[in-house]
């Protein structure tokens, strides 16, 4: 055994360990996993790989309206889904028709359509659309039910929908096969599966964050076809669409 004496005088040691070296060994303990990740094992929830094998199972050409309701305070969680999502979409042959009910919204879609889209024959106006940012939360929601037009009359950069091939024959939710919404807070999520899911009878999808997920759980599967919860999600659902993203990076 070790005398009291030595343990004394090395705990005193170890308290005179100059704080830059322990900062020293902090920064080598973060930066070797993200330099050389450990690779730790990822296995899909049931959750996230309900919702992969629902968007698989929509037929080539269906249209997918995707929901960017959130803020770059929570892209670090948000965004890899989308852009996950986006490339299983575009490699199933889905035409996408994205809008915000969350003014930064508009920006991080178009941020993910175009880096989704790099590998991809798609064109913008044909396979896929961003509608922009709309205020008003369920009582847009509610309008898309009767009318897209009536609350997204032009597209993010002002061009009129009657231009744009994709939105000619797309009028309001009885034209929409499924819903994603990625959800930061209100309005967000819950709107979506009480109108677009409960009034309409349209499938939805959803992405949230981590502190968002146990709230939202419940609603899965009856009145959510999947949920991806937080970067954990995210980086599920990379692994399901054969891309080690920015999620996966993270986990």
């Given at each position: 055994?070790?005398?009291?004496?030595?343990?004394?005088?090395?705990?005193?040691?170890l308290?005179?360990i100059?704080r830059?070296?322990?900062?020293?060994?902090?920064?080598?303990?973060?930066?070797?996993?993200?330099?050389?990740?450990?690779?730790?094992?990822?296995?899909?929830?049931?959750?996230?790989?309900?919702?992969?094998?629902?968007?698989?199972?929509?037929?080539r050409?269906?249209?997918?309206?995707?929901?960017?309701?959130?803020d770059?305070?929570?892209?670090?969680?948000?965004?890899?889904?989308?852009?996950?999502?986006?490339?299983?979409?575009?490699?199933k042959?889905l035409?996408?028709v994205?809008?915000?009910?969350?003014?930064?919204?508009?920006?991080?879609?178009?941020?993910?359509?175009?880096?989704a889209?790099e590998?991809?024959?798609?064109?913008?106006?044909?396979?896929?659309?961003?509608l922009?940012?709309?205020?008003?939360?369920?009582?847009?929601?509610?309008?898309?039910?009767?009318?897209i037009?009536a609350?997204?009359?032009?597209?993010v950069?002002?061009?009129?929908?009657?231009?744009?091939?994709?939105?000619?024959?797309?009028?309001?939710?009885?034209?929409?096969?499924?819903?994603m919404?990625?959800s930061?807070?209100?309005?967000?999520l819950?709107?979506?599966?009480?109108?677009a899911?409960?009034r309409?009878?349209r499938?939805v999808?959803?992405?949230?964050?981590?502190v968002?997920?146990p709230?939202?759980y419940p609603?899965?599967?009856?009145?959510?076809?999947g949920?991806l919860?937080?970067?954990?999600?995210?980086?599920?659902?990379?692994?399901?669409?054969?891309?080690k993203?920015p999620?996966?990076?993270?986990?």
């Amino acid at each position: 055994s070790v005398p009291v004496e030595a343990r004394r005088s090395l705990v005193d040691r170890l308290k005179d360990i100059d704080r830059r070296v322990i900062f020293v060994f902090i920064a080598v303990a973060v930066i070797i996993p993200l330099v050389w990740p450990i690779g730790l094992s990822l296995k899909a929830s049931p959750p996230a790989r309900a919702l992969f094998n629902e968007v698989e199972s929509l037929p080539r050409g269906s249209i997918v309206l995707m929901a960017f309701d959130y803020d770059p305070a929570t892209e670090i969680e948000l965004g890899p889904m989308s852009l996950a999502f986006l490339k299983q979409c575009f490699r199933k042959g889905l035409k996408v028709v994205g809008l915000a009910l969350w003014p930064q919204g508009a920006q991080l879609a178009r941020t993910s359509f175009s880096e989704a889209a790099e590998g991809y024959d798609v064109r913008y106006g044909v396979d896929y659309v961003n509608l922009g940012f709309k205020a008003g939360g369920i009582v847009v929601i509610d309008s898309l039910g009767k009318n897209i037009r009536a609350s997204f009359p032009v597209d993010v950069d002002g061009k009129p929908l009657s231009e744009l091939p994709l939105m000619k024959s797309i009028r309001n939710f009885a034209d929409i096969d499924f819903v994603m919404s990625l959800s930061a807070g209100d309005p967000g999520l819950p709107f979506w599966i009480m109108i677009a899911q409960g009034r309409y009878g349209r499938k939805v999808g959803g992405g949230c964050t981590a502190v968002s997920a146990p709230m939202l759980y419940p609603y899965f599967p009856n009145q959510l076809v999947g949920l991806l919860g937080g970067m954990k999600g995210a980086a599920e659902y990379e692994l399901l669409v054969g891309e080690k993203g920015p999620a996966t990076r993270g986990m």
